[in-house]
């Protein structure tokens, strides 16, 4: 998500003063992210959280950051709106996996937990679950395709 992001002065639009809070009704969409970045040292939500606030952003724009070792660490909470898909924030919950290249069957199989219970309390349907890409033809995020989740289902 980070890709070129000098060049986009759209994102300028994502400056926030504060944090808003939203009725969890309005959630329909779930949006697949990654940080676009396979160092190490970036593997960590703080990190993250440290970029967006660079950004402008009053914390990290996600609801869920993915470790490469699988661990889920939260983000916003579901009934605050996220700064990760501009046109979107307001009906979304935004999930992002660390990486940029490497990715891990960890990171897909959590996050398809993860997914499944996000979609069974908000009502979220599957054809819902989206990647970054489906909504801005000029990004590469999440540089994977949803089927490296979706392998994940039993039926
Ligand atoms: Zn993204």
Redesign the pocket.
């Known amino acids: 998500?980070t890709e070129k992001r000098e060049n986009k002065p759209y994102l300028l639009v994502g400056f926030e003063k504060r944090l808003h809070r939203r009725d969890i009704k309005l959630i329909t969409e779930i949006i697949i992210?990654?940080s676009d970045s396979d160092k190490p040292e970036n593997d960590d939500i703080s990190v993250i959280r440290s970029w967006h606030k660079v950004r402008g952003f009053s914390d990290v724009g996600y609801h869920f950051f993915l470790k490469k070792d699988g661990t889920i660490q939260p983000g916003r909470k579901i009934n605050q709106i996220g700064a990760?898909?501009i046109t979107q924030n307001a009906i979304s919950i935004g999930i992002?996996l660390s990486g940029r290249h490497d990715f891990t069957e960890i990171q897909f199989s959590t996050v398809h937990s993860l997914i499944l219970k996000l979609m069974a309390n908000y009502s979220i349907l599957k054809d819902k679950v989206l990647p970054?890409n489906f909504f801005n033809e000029n990004?590469s995020?999440?540089n994977f395709p949803l089927d490296n989740i979706w392998k994940f289902d039993t039926i």
């Open positions: 998500m992210h990654c990760h898909c992002c970054h990004k995020c999440p």
